[in-house]
């Protein structure tokens, strides 16, 4: 090519403007969400423009550490992961205190509650999750709340400057850390569950034991096997009263008792939802155009409530919107911590057992340690540790590896040191 010629197409080239961005809107500015867009941007930062659109009026926020900021271990300040300098600093267009109400697929537009419209090449639906208030007479009452947001917090810490009794409906993780925040506040608190054992779905009865043992010396009190007929109050909530007819004074109570994936804004547009937004194995829903992650999804007939899928699926699909994916999200065990000050549980995998499994306990009541491994031949399929709870990494490695264990079998409730020095 002639010297002229090629100086030529360089000055051309020069002048050809840069390919203008795609569009990347996300609704939800949580967690899941926004951990996607962390992702995204370290694999192509200059591929979207992106704008974010939250119910909430502040930055991303950690809300599992809401329950620490609620007992008074940590403040706002320190559960922020991401300030509303971070969002400019990125260029990301944040909306903050202004949800979406309304999806248009056909158009590629999405309309907040204040009139604003976007235009979107990619959609990623990241709407999380509402607590389950239980729809008993009374459940609108003043005072009566969930544990989902600062909100709920700030409401939780205005209640506990007044002293008196908070009963929190629901014996799993979420109302443990609750009620636990709560007595610490300096209320009366009771917790009210539906069966007969404290994290059923986490922990099997003799660790569930010896949990509620521990808090009530802590001064929480306990009632199980209870049923909530009715939230009794005029304007404000006064007593919950249950199906025996027996009933418990109250000036707060706080709905524990699960979460419901945030779908409707999904099924107003037409996307395919049976329990959350149906996504494939790139987080994709039946849109091509529209992402979803976090505990507003269902993949493969499983739904999510803890953060370590989470944050896989945040990797899967910041891949594909870069437009650079061949991974595929596989569903992992996950393990379980209490985030209550002075009490050491950790629970990972099939703790129940089944047909053919065996168990390896270790008790010591007087140092306040149990343990128990669940066997499937010779892996480890499950663990419940209370007291002393170092080694929960270490089962959870094996359990994910599927390390076959015959060779240390008899030292394993031990712990990883002890095996490794009788190894060596």
């Not at 591929?47 to 599992?64: K, M, Q, S, W």
């Not at 001064?219 to 027996?246: C, N, P």
Request: some cysteine; aromatic content about 6%.
């Amino acid at each position: 090519m002639p010297r002229a010629a090629a100086a030529q197409k360089r000055d051309a080239a020069r002048q050809t403007p840069a390919p203008a961005r795609q569009s990347l809107v996300v609704i939800g500015n949580g967690m899941a969400g926004m951990r996607t867009v962390e992702e995204l941007l370290k694999l192509a930062p200059d591929l979207y423009d992106i704008t974010v659109f939250g119910a909430e009026p502040h930055g991303n926020y950690n809300r599992i550490l809401l329950s620490p900021v609620l007992a008074g271990d940590k403040s706002m300040d320190d559960i922020m992961i991401h300030t509303r300098a971070w969002y400019a600093e990125n260029g990301i267009a944040l909306h903050a205190g202004d949800p979406i109400v309304h999806i248009d697929r056909r158009r590629r537009l999405v309309r907040a509650k204040s009139g604003r419209e976007v235009w979107y090449d990619r959609l990623l639906m990241a709407t999380g999750s509402n607590p389950f208030i239980i729809p008993v007479p009374g459940h609108k009452l003043a005072g009566v709340i969930g544990f989902r947001d600062i909100n709920d917090v700030d409401t939780m810490l205005a209640a506990s400057r007044s002293g008196g009794r908070a009963v929190v409906i629901g014996g799993g993780l979420l109302g443990l850390e609750a009620a636990n925040g709560l007595q610490r506040r300096g209320m009366h608190v009771t917790v009210v569950h539906v069966t007969d054992s404290l994290m059923n779905m986490q922990l099997d009865k003799p660790a569930s034991l010896m949990l509620r043992h521990a808090l009530e010396a802590k001064g929480l009190h306990f009632m199980l096997e209870a049923h909530t007929s009715e939230i009794v109050g005029d304007q404000r909530v006064s007593a919950v009263r249950f199906k025996d007819g027996s009933q418990i004074a109250a000036d707060l109570v706080v709905m524990a008792a699960g979460v419901r994936p945030n779908i409707a804004l999904a099924q107003e547009a037409g996307l395919h939802c049976e329990r959350a937004i149906v996504v494939d194995d790139t987080l994709q829903t039946y849109d091509p155009r529209v992402y979803a992650v976090g505990e507003c999804v269902q993949h493969r007939s499983a739904i999510f409530g803890l953060v370590a899928p989470i944050w896989d699926q945040a990797k899967v699909c910041a891949e594909h919107l870069a437009q650079k994916g061949h991974r595929r999200y596989v569903q992992a065990v996950t393990a379980t911590r209490l985030k209550v000050t002075g009490v050491d549980l950790y629970s990972v995998g099939d703790f129940i057992g089944g047909e053919g499994s065996e168990d390896l306990v270790l008790r010591d009541p007087r140092r306040g340690v149990y343990k128990r491994l669940v066997l499937a031949g010779n892996r480890i399929a499950g663990a419940v540790l209370y007291g002393d709870v170092q080694d929960g990494p270490w089962y959870f490695g094996l359990i994910q590896n599927r390390t076959d264990i015959s060779a240390m079998r008899s030292r394993l409730l031990f712990g990883e040191a002890f095996c490794a020095q009788a190894a060596a």
